[in-house]
């Protein structure tokens, strides 16, 4: 009876223990998946922290992943050797599994880092157009995203020549300026553009291999022309009045100034006033034209000279005015009678010996 009792006391003891060992051998696993959770969230922050390259330096972040690697480890170690003495094979197995996961934690941040990578790349066309007018600012746009520490370009293709990189500018001409938006635009600027300016520029990446986008720039130059003859004569006392016309042009001018000679002409005096005439259609149907004239009244013979209507956006344009007296103009007026006479003779006189050799090679 007693050994009875003795071997069922010793069997309630061995269970007794058993059980606690297996409540441990649980609690453990418990604490370990918690340690493995913390230790993956700690390099998942790591991974963003080095795909973002600004929170911390790489060695910073590589000191960082071979800490919580060892811990995870050292811990896995720790429970797997305290699972062996126990003698609980389901511990050891996942205290194993555990371990074997850690070891491959620095792997996965490693592929973590590298897919958070993301090259340069340009948006919106590979060619693209812009057209400006002569004498105007041109805005060549490239719009790079995700930039990094890479460097931007401009190259003006005809020559080769790098124009600027970044915000520093390699050209001697001061017209040329890179300006960096906050929209992730790079935009070249060409101040007052000129005829020559017009062609190819491309956006440049210094990636591997690079990345690019050309621009075409097209420049408009406005024609520019003073309606009638060269050269006018006018009868002195006369009103004169000389138009410039500006045609072609993508933009009206906003002033037409008037020259006479080397002085300029004020807008309104007493003897001389201007008129401005924007976006008058043509008669071909092509575009607007602007019109500026100049009004002279009465004019003197010290009128006479050289007159230039300067617009404010395209190429001037001159004529010559000749103001002559009553007497001047009368023998002017005989003179050109005259001779318009003469001319009017001699071509009877050749008419007439026309038909009279006609007539006797008949007979």
């Not at 370009?153 to 020549?161: M, N, T, V, Y």
């Not at 003897?271 to 004019?299: C, F, V």
Request: hydrophobic content about 35%; proline content about 4%.
């Amino acid at each position: 009876m007693r050994s009875w009792k003795s071997r069922s006391r010793s069997k309630m003891q061995t269970l007794e223990t058993r059980t606690r060992l297996l409540q441990g051998a649980q609690l453990t696993q418990l604490l370990l998946g918690a340690i493995l959770c913390l230790t993956i969230a700690s390099h998942t922050q790591t991974s963003a922290e080095a795909a973002g390259g600004r929170a911390s330096g790489p060695g910073a972040d590589r000191t960082s992943e071979r800490a919580g690697t060892s811990a995870a480890s050292a811990s896995a170690a720790s429970t797997a050797i305290s699972s062996e003495e126990s003698g609980d094979p389901s511990s050891a197995t996942a205290f194993s599994s555990l371990a074997q996961v850690s070891s491959l934690l620095p792997e996965a941040s490693a592929l973590s880092a590298t897919s958070g990578l993301v090259e340069p790349y340009l948006d919106g066309y590979a060619t693209s157009n812009v057209t400006t007018q002569i004498g105007t600012h041109a805005y060549l746009p490239c719009r790079v995203k995700q930039l990094g520490n890479k460097s931007v370009s401009w190259i003006r293709l005809r020559d080769g020549h790098i124009l600027t990189v970044d915000r520093a500018v390699f050209i001697a001409d001061q017209r040329f300026l890179a300006i960096k938006q906050p929209d992730k635009y790079w935009t070249l600027q060409i101040k007052y553009v000129q005829a020559r300016d017009a062609g190819s520029y491309e956006c440049q990446v210094s990636t591997e291999p690079k990345v690019s986008a050309r621009v075409q720039l097209q420049v408009v130059v406005p024609r520019t022309e003073i309606l009638g003859e060269p050269d006018r004569y006018v009868k002195a006392g006369s009103n004169v009045v000389l138009r410039c016309i500006v045609r072609g042009a993508l933009e009206p001018p906003t002033f037409i100034m008037w020259y006479h000679g080397a002085e300029q002409l004020a807008a309104d005096s007493r003897r001389h006033r201007t008129q401005l005439d924007p976006n008058l259609p043509e008669a071909s149907g092509e575009g607007q034209s602007t019109i500026g004239s100049l009004i002279i009244e009465s004019a003197k013979k010290r009128d006479t000279g050289n007159y230039t209507c300067s617009p404010s956006n395209s190429p001037s344009a001159t004529v010559t005015l000749n103001i002559i007296n009553g007497e001047s103009s009368a023998s002017a007026v005989t003179s050109s009678a005259a001779t318009t006479r003469a001319y009017a003779l001699s071509i009877l006189a050749l008419l007439l010996s026309v038909i009279l050799i006609g007539v006797g090679h008949r007979t």
